[in-house]
């Protein structure tokens, strides 16, 4: 058995392992550090570098630092965003699109696929008392890790979008005896956001969570 092996590797292994000839190889094999290589340069020896101390994230993905399962976190967090109008009519878009089927667009617990009978957990009712004055960060785990029977929306909502939903729910709430709404963004950046968009972002970049608000 041996001897049969190695004579099918004889046979057909010169061919295949033959190269051939390499044009440009100082293209082909790059003189950079690939990003897992050992580094001599760097006392840890690590080719793949951590952002200089400091670095503000750009972009949509941007980390909340939220960890599953730390409620005392979830209590205590919150976000220093503030939406204008047309970003509080996305939230309600968003709202509808993702939560209403469930929590219904009346915000009652009654959504469609509840009130067909065919799912069997009861969504919470944003009107009712338990949740009316529930804590935004709870809301915003609730969306990012899911709550018992109702799954994690982290993937379909970016950070920002969790927000303007969130606050879309809260508008309501406050208009149905919670707590009066913060969310909103002041008249100045209102104002701003019609004329130059970006200042307006740049002012909202403040977040406890970094987020930036680029224009898209
Ligand atoms: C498939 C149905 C379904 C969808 C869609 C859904 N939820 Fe829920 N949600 C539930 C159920 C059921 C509960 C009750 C969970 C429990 O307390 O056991 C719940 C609970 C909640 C709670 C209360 C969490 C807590 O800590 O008690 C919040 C806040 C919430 N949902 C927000 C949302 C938001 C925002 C969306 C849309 C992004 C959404 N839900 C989409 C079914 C759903």
Redesign the pocket.
């Known amino acids: 058995m041996i001897g049969f092996g190695m004579a099918a590797c004889i046979q057909n292994g010169d061919k295949h392992r033959d190269p051939g000839k390499t044009y440009a190889p100082d293209m082909v094999y790059s003189r950079a550090y690939d990003a897992y290589t050992h580094n001599p340069i760097f006392a840890d020896s690590q080719s793949s570098r951590l952002p200089v101390a400091g670095t503000v994230a750009r972009g949509r993905e941007l980390p909340d630092h939220l960890k599953e399962g730390d409620t005392t976190a979830y209590k205590a967090f919150t976000t220093t965003l503030r939406f204008t109008e047309q970003e509080m009519k996305e939230g309600k878009r968003l709202?509808d699109i993702?939560?209403g089927?469930?929590?219904g667009q009346k915000l009652d617990g009654q959504g469609p696929?509840y009130a067909s009978g065919k799912?069997a957990?009861?969504?919470?009712n944003f009107k009712d008392g338990k949740?009316l004055n529930?804590p935004e960060g709870?809301?915003y785990a609730?969306?990012k890790f899911g709550?018992?029977?109702?799954?994690a929306?982290a993937a379909q909502?970016d950070v920002k979008q969790r927000w303007q939903?969130?606050a879309y729910?809260k508008k309501v709430q406050s208009e149905n005896g919670g707590a009066p709404f913060k969310f909103a963004a002041s008249a100045d950046a209102n104002k701003t956001a019609e004329g130059d968009k970006a200042a307006t972002d740049s002012a909202k970049v403040q977040g406890k969570e970094q987020m930036s608000v680029a224009a898209h």
């Open positions: 709202y993702y939560c089927i469930c929590h696929l799912y957990a009861m969504p919470a949740y529930m709870v809301m609730a969306v709550k018992n029977a109702m799954g929306y909502l939903v969130i729910i």
